[in-house]
């Protein structure tokens, strides 16, 4: 990746995951691995954050929130789903409470597989996120751009897209 | 009176680091009443024993979480053994004593950082992290996964551990041993987290009994009770007793937890000193016929195994109890009387493992 | 070298009417109760009930084989803490228990399907024992 234009925040969610992905992504936050260099800061708020990250299958209970929580989050959004479950169902596919992967139930941007997803493999994905992040909030500024009559024009390298 | 009202607490939270909801009544700031509703990790793992045959349950079993898997697996391996007969080599019983030991550390490491995110300690969380790595790398090494490593079967384990895996081992530990010393000070002189811990989500002994709770949770508050007392693996052949304190509290769960990680780094050199060489595992024949009840102690407590089969390649039912599902009761108590502000806390406190409690 | 405790597991299967009695021994006996499970095995519904002692370490379990339309009375009030197993047991395996302290009516893990744990064909003859 090149230079980093914003700066977005992550949202991270336990669909119905085994705890082994979540770990990870809490260690990726952690100084040894480290995402937050990238320009990514951790939030436990839906309504400020920008890439939502997702672990575990969807069952029933937490469809809805998953829901939600994508409703919640301001426009441009990248979802990764984290892990193998979160792709695909994976091994708790057959059980009878998975609909599936997240997939099922919100679009998704990025796949990262693995069982438990290594902290390098999550830490790979967010900065595709990042990436897909910058290019969907240029075009989503250059839109404003074009259709705003207010006057307020949002500049080239906002923080963060205008809603 | 003071008006009471309800307030919905989960299952999205930032102190939570898995989903749980409860539906707090609280009167002004005091919580009166906490009414937990579980379920949004509820897989249904247990289901599955119709759909995969009993070799490959384990590693659906080793998934049921991913801080605990070795111990899952651990228990369900033995339950199996238990109805088969089958006597695995001694070498393996060391080898999943020392794995065993390893997992605890890395998840009582986990918890003291999660603890200090929860009052706020940001620097102490990381530190914990940072030497629970070293845990991983050597987990790593040895397993080849960080943290799921199904490296269990049925009449033994897939891999060892060399001469030369077994001295970075004991290297390591000793540095870990240093770090862990120093974390242990912090948590237990500096008086910001006293002042937040202690005599808060305090639980007495009786209470404690009553509620039916385990693990360092119930030992906090005094009860003496550590399933590796019973001998399984090498347990029986290692020197140690359980770790309690009387005080019951926040503090004293804190205390029993980090002590536990030095009796850990003491079990691992001890096993390592009389581990014998060998084979890893026996050949299992058969189908398993009967049914049996396997306790092992897990970093969160007691934890229990069902397995009956009736000499089908498909086991009729597996079941397992977590200590998390027991903690429960001892939680909805302890959150009782509590400010609104301890909540976060509180929960943190019995060490919740949501995917556990509900499979 | 430390102790090693370790006594055998004990099982004793019981009739579904001794099951009071019989928990109120244990209770005597200043038993705790491990844990509280179902299965349904042949037809039948299996509850185990298990006891743990924390200084002897002893594990007793009471068994209660019934049929699939038989109910059983809570345990909760001797053991309160026993509503978690208990509600389990009844939302997922569609045994009744009656008179559990605080009935969650299925509602604990909040699943769409009742009774997931059962058979096809248990749950279907169910069905039709309740028409």
């Not at chain 2, 009414?35 to 995969?52: A, M, N, Y």
């Not at chain 2, 551990?161 to 001295?167: G, L, V």
């Not at chain 3, 001794?18 to 179902?38: I, V, W």
């Not at chain 3, 084989?65 to 053991?79: L, P, R």
Request: hydrophobic share 35%; net charge negative.
């Amino acid at each position: 990746m090149g230079k980093v234009k914003k700066s977005p925040w992550l949202l991270h969610y336990d669909a119905s995951s085994c705890n082994g992905c979540d770990i990870e992504v809490l260690a990726c936050l952690t100084p040894v691995y480290d995402v937050e260099r990238f320009g990514v800061v951790s939030t436990d708020d839906p309504m400020q954050a920008d890439i939502l990250l997702i672990t575990g299958g969807v069952n029933s209970q937490s469809e809805a929130v998953v829901r939600q929580l994508y409703e919640q989050m301001p426009r441009p959004k990248v979802v990764v789903a984290v892990g193998v479950c979160a792709c695909t169902g994976g091994v708790f596919k057959d059980c009878y409470n998975i609909k599936g992967g997240v997939d099922t139930v919100i679009p998704v941007d990025v796949y990262v597989p693995g069982c438990a997803a290594r902290p390098q493999s999550i830490i790979d994905g967010v900065i595709k996120a990042v990436e897909i992040f910058q290019k969907r909030s240029d075009e989503h500024d250059a839109y404003e751009r074009e259709h705003r009559h207010d006057g307020q024009v949002p500049a080239e390298t906002s923080g963060k897209g205008n809603q | 009176m003071a008006k009471r009202s309800v307030i919905p607490y989960g299952p999205q939270h930032p102190v939570l680091p898995e989903p749980i909801h409860l539906d707090l009544v609280i009167e002004d700031e005091k919580v009166i009443e906490a009414i937990p509703s579980i379920g949004f990790v509820h897989r249904g793992l247990e289901g599955l024993v119709d759909k995969r045959d009993y070799n490959e349950y384990l590693y659906v079993v080793e998934r049921t979480c991913g801080i605990c898997s070795f111990g899952h697996g651990l228990g369900y391996v033995e339950a199996i053994e238990h109805i088969m007969n089958v006597e695995v080599p001694d070498r393996a019983k060391f080898l999943r004593t020392i794995w065993l030991e390893l997992s605890r550390m890395h998840s009582h490491m986990l918890w003291m950082g999660l603890m200090a995110d929860a009052f706020g300690f940001e620097s102490l969380f990381y530190q914990c992290w940072r030497i629970r790595e070293k845990v991983l790398d050597m987990l790593e090494m040895t397993t080849g996964g960080r943290l799921i490593f199904s490296v269990n079967r049925v009449g033994g384990v897939l891999r060892d551990i060399n001469p030369e895996q077994e001295r970075i081992i004991l290297d390591t530990l000793s540095g870990i041993e240093k770090d862990v010393r120093d974390i242990y000070n912090t948590f237990m002189t500096d008086y910001s987290v006293e002042s937040r811990m202690k005599g808060c989500g305090h639980l007495s002994k009786v209470q404690a009994m009553e509620l039916g709770c385990a693990g360092p949770f119930g030992r906090a508050s005094g009860i003496r009770t550590d399933m590796r007392k019973r001998g399984y693996e090498a347990y029986g052949q290692l020197d140690f007793e359980p770790i309690t304190s009387v005080f019951g509290d926040c503090y004293a769960r804190c205390d029993v937890r980090i002590r536990e990680v030095f009796q850990s780094i003491d079990l691992i050199r001890q096993a390592f000193a009389k581990i014998p060489g060998g084979d890893l595992a026996v050949p299992v024949k058969g189908n398993p016929n009967g049914e049996y009840f396997c306790r092992i102690e897990q970093p969160r407590g007691e934890a229990i195994y069902y397995v009956h089969g009736s000499g089908k390649k498909y086991i009729d039912r597996f079941r397992m109890r977590t200590p998390t599902f027991a903690n429960l009761p001892g939680l909805c108590e302890t959150l009782k009387g509590a400010s609104l502000a301890d909540v976060g806390l509180l929960i943190v406190t019995i060490d919740p493992c949501i995917s556990c409690t509900e499979r | 070298m430390a102790e090693v405790i370790c006594p055998e597991n004990e099982l004793i299967v019981i009739d579904k009417d001794q099951l009071l009695e019989k928990t109120m021994e244990m209770k005597h006996a200043k038993l705790r109760l491990s844990q509280a499970c179902a299965s349904y095995i042949n037809g039948k519904y299996e509850l185990c009930y298990s006891f743990a002692n924390d200084k002897t370490y002893e594990f007793k379990t009471l068994k209660v084989v019934m049929e699939k339309d038989d109910a059983v009375s809570s345990i909760t009030s001797i053991y309160p803490y026993a509503t978690f197993y208990e509600n389990e047991m009844t939302e997922l395996f569609g045994c009744k228990i009656e008179y559990i302290n605080v009935d969650y009516h299925n509602r604990l893990y909040r699943i769409d399907e009742t009774a997931p744990f059962l058979p096809k064909e248990a749950k279907e003859a169910k069905k039709e024992g309740e028409k």
